[in-house]
T-cell receptor, first 119, second 113 residues
Framework: AQKITQTQPGMFVQEKEAVTLDCTYDTSDPSYGLFWYKQPSSGEMIFLIYQGSYDQQNATEGRYSLNFQKARKSANLVISASQLGDSAMYFCAMREGLRGAGANSKLTFGKGITLSVRP | NAGVTQTPKFQVLKTGQSMTLQCAQDMNHNSMYWYRQDPGMGLRLIYYSASEGTTDKGEVPNGYNVSRLNKREFSLRLESAAPSQTSVYFC????????????FGPGTRLTVT
């Protein structure tokens, strides 16, 4: 089974509107972290936001927020007030085993979602 | 502060040739990683180094070797390149702290003909 699933095809949003990018994950580890990265057409990977499995509140970073629903194993990225510069590919990723001697330092990535912002 | 740097940015190899991709970070991070990105596949981990002196296989290690030369540098070697290794290669390093995010280099676009 895939650990990170991003199934939306290309997404489109009108400038200044909000958009939600879906991510579901699969793990039996109680201690994990979820990440979102942005990859614009220039190719670099830009870290956006992080949510830990034990965090009590949903993470927010400026216009980015993470809608974390632990029971549903979903970690959707919400971008508010979309800008033309938000057009990019977005990747959800997970790191398992944040605690303990067997702490796993590896990230597993989803296949990504392409977002296009229309003027 | 350069962050994570990779060389070269682009490379074309013939099947069977060898090359080494270089990666360096100046953020004093302990952990470093090599990923490959193929269309529709997301990023897949090739090898990683949790600390200086240690390396471990990731999801797709076949055909690659790595060297953690020192805390700053982590190189990826293709001994005998194959067309299936045509990809974009990213190096990353990880910060200490509670968020554990990885910082990525700009990538190397490799084509094997």
């Amino acid at each position: 089974a895939q650990k990170i699933t991003q199934t939306q095809p290309g997404m489109f949003v009108q400038e200044k509107e909000a958009v939600t990018l879906d991510c579901t994950y699969d793990t039996s580890d109680p201690s994990y972290g979820l990440f979102w990265y942005k990859q614009p057409s220039s190719g670099e990977m830009i870290f956006l936001i992080y949510q830990g499995s034990y965090d009590q509140q949903n993470a927010t970073e400026g216009r980015y927020s993470l809608n974390f629903q632990k029971a549903r194993k979903s970690a959707n990225l919400v971008i508010s007030a979309s800008q033309l510069g938000d057009s990019a590919m977005y990747f959800c990723a997970m790191r398992e085993g944040l605690r303990g001697a067997g702490a796993n330092s590896k990230l597993t990535f989803g296949k990504g979602i392409t977002l296009s912002v229309r003027p | 502060n350069a962050g994570v740097t990779q060389t070269p940015k682009f490379q074309v190899l013939k099947t069977g040739q060898s090359m080494t991709l270089q990666c360096a970070q100046d953020m004093n991070h302990n952990s470093m990683y090599w990923y490959r990105q193929d269309p529709g596949m997301g990023l897949r981990l090739i090898y990683y180094s949790a600390s200086e002196g240690t390396t471990d296989k990731g999801e797709v290690p076949n055909g690659y070797n790595v060297s953690r030369l020192n805390k700053r540098e982590f190189s990826l070697r293709l001994e005998s390149a194959a067309p299936s290794q045509t990809s974009v290669y990213f190096c990353a390093s990880r910060a200490r702290g509670t968020t554990y995010e990885q910082y990525f280099g700009p990538g190397t676009r490799l084509t094997v003909t």
